[in-house]
Structure formats: structure tokens, C-alpha cells
């Protein structure tokens, strides 16, 4: 079975270990290495959107910023730790981050700065949220729209996605259809909008995961179900194995199922999230545009 995750999770983020408590937990189960990937979100005024009362009630505030200054400090300090445990420990660790994609040339130039400020060893892109009537909603809030709503958000939702996979940042894209975990998204009806983004996936030559954290929600399928992953295959897409744990216990859940079902389906399963060589950041002008 796999021995390794690039999505996890630590505490001063949203995890519930430190850095050492899931290096230590990973160097037990035999693993050959791990990756810190917690999140960068990036939102200006990102506490007066909808969701913020939802996030400071679950205590998830800490991996929210405002400005792009802000995030960078935490991770300077949470790359230091990495740092020194490397040395401590002589176990492969590596730096990254999971960031939320926002289509404004504004925060592109603010990423882009924050990446050559912190050079992670690779970037997770994710779409936890989306815009609509100058409001932040995240997933947790659809649940609370109306029909209407509901399907006009899932379509932004997934623009978004295709806007991140297109704007040519990140090494690979988590849980793509995460709507799920509201029990939203899952009919034959949004075939359409999924095909449309594994086309401009494979367009981008993009890379998704196999979020094992999925099966929490269903016994049968990861992030992304079966659907999405046979239309991943059919366009050749790389994918890597994730359990996007965000505590010690949950480091390789349900990572036999996900094996078992990528050979099943015949996708490739890679080992390393990176591109060789880095691919430059390319400015994509009105492609990266939501609305």
C-alpha cells in the first residue's frame, strides 16, 4: 500500500497534530515520506463574508487571511518547523500549501509573490468557496440556499475550478467535486460541467488527487466518485493518492480502496506532485475571469 500523503494538515491551521506529532506518526507506520499542505486562503475582508460565522464557530478562522502579508507569516513560521524536523528527524518532509484559487489579476500578483517568498516544494489548488453578489460562500452555505440558488452556485463552483486548472499555478487539484459533502452535485445533470472541466484539466495538463477523505461521505467513492475519475482516465490524467488528514489517525485512510479502484479504472498513479521542470507562471488574461 502507498506510503506517503502530500495533503495533510497540522494544528495552527486546522489540524488537530503538530508538524511533529504526524511526522512521528508517519515514521511509525513505515511511510517513506509526507507532505504539509495546510491552507493558504487569501480573501480581503474574508471576516465579513457569509461563511465566516460558520468558520469561527467550527475554529477554523486560524486558516483564513485577509491580506497576503498575513498568510505569509504564518507559513514562514510553519515552514521553519518543517525545516528543522528535517533535520532532526533525517525524514523526507516536504513544504506545501493548499490554496484557494480567486479569478482577480489582484490576487495573482499576490500569490505569485507569496511563492517566490516562500518557495513550497509544490502547490495544491482548491476551490472551497465561491463568489456570488459580492458575497463568499463556501460549501457549508449551500446547504442553507435555495434550489435556485443552489444550482447557480454549483455552476460557479464549477468555473472556478476550470479557472484554476487553466491559470497553469498548481502542481495538482484536490477533491474536485467537494460539493458532494452536502449531498449536492451528484446527479447525471452536472455530467456536463464535470466533462467540461476534465477537458480543460487535461487541456492544462493538470494533475488531480484521489482525496481519500471522500469516503467519509461515501462508502464507494473518494473525491472524486467513479464518474469523474472514468472521464479522468479516458483523457489520460495523472492522478496522486491523498488522504487529506488533518489528524494523525487518519494518515492513509481508506488508501487500499483508492489503489484498488485506480487500477480498476486504469488510471496513472504518481508519487510526486511536482512538474519537471517547474512550469513558469503564465498570465492568462480575461481566461481567468469568473463572471
Known amino acids: 500500500m502507498q506510503k506517503f500523503s ?90 506545501g500549501m493548499e490554496v484557494d484559487f480567486f479569478a482577480h489579476p489582484s490576487w495573482r500578483e499576490g500569490f505569485e509573490k507569496a511563492v517566490t517568498i516562500l518557495k513550497p516544494d509544490y502547490t495544491i489548488g482548491s476551490a472551497h468557496f465561491i463568489e456570488y453578489q459580492n458575497t463568499l460562500y463556501n460549501a457549508h452555505d449551500l446547504k442553507n440556499a435555495s434550489p435556485e440558488e443552489q444550482k447557480l452556485l454549483l455552476h460557479r463552483y464549477w468555473q472556478n475550478v476550470r479557472a484554476a486548472a487553466s491559470s497553469n499555478l498548481f502542481d495538482f487539484l484536490a477533491h474536485l467535486d467537494l ?6 452535485g451528484l446527479g447525471s445533470e452536472w455530467m456536463k460541467e464535470e466533462k467540461a472541466t476534465v477537458r480543460t484539466i487535461a487541456t492544462a495538463g493538470a ?37 487529506d488528514a488533518h489528524k494523525k489517525s487518519a494518515l492513509g485512510a481508506s488508501f487500499d480502496k483508492a489503489e484498488a479502484l485506480a487500477r480498476q479504472i486504469g488510471l496513472e498513479v504518481l508519487t510526486f506532485p511536482r512538474r519537471s521542470p517547474k512550469t513558469p507562471f503564465i498570465n492568462h488574461g480575461n481566461n481567468q475571469i469568473l463572471i
Not at 512521528?24 to 471576516?47: D, M, R, T
Not at 481519500?212 to 469523474?228: A, H, L, M, N, V
Request: charged letters at 25%; a neutral charge.
Open 207 to 243: 494533475k488531480v488527487e484521489i482525496n481519500t477523505s471522500g469516503y467519509k461521505f461515501s462508502p464507494t467513492d473518494p473525491y472524486p466518485g467513479r464518474r469523474i475519475l472514468k472521464m479522468l482516465a479516458t483523457y489520460h490524467v495523472p492522478v496522486l493518492i491523498n488522504d
Open 6 to 95: 502530500f495533503h495533510t494538515h497540522t494544528s495552527g491551521f486546522d489540524g488537530q497534530n503538530t508538524e511533529a506529532e504526524m511526522v512521528e506518526a508517519a515514521i511509525k507506520l513505515g511511510w517513506e515520506k509526507i507532505g504539509f499542505s495546510n491552507h493558504f486562503i487569501v480573501y480581503p475582508g474574508i471576516e465579513n463574508t457569509k461563511m465566516y460565522a460558520y468558520a469561527k464557530q467550527g475554529e477554523y478562522n486560524s486558516i483564513y487571511s485577509s491580506t497576503f502579508e498575513e498568510a505569509i507569516d504564518k507559513f514562514i513560521a510553519h515552514y521553519a518547523t518543517i525545516d528543522r524536523l528535517k533535520k532532526e528527524t533525517g525524514f523526507p518532509i516536504y513544504k
Open 179 to 184: 460539493m458532494k459533502k452536502t449531498g449536492l
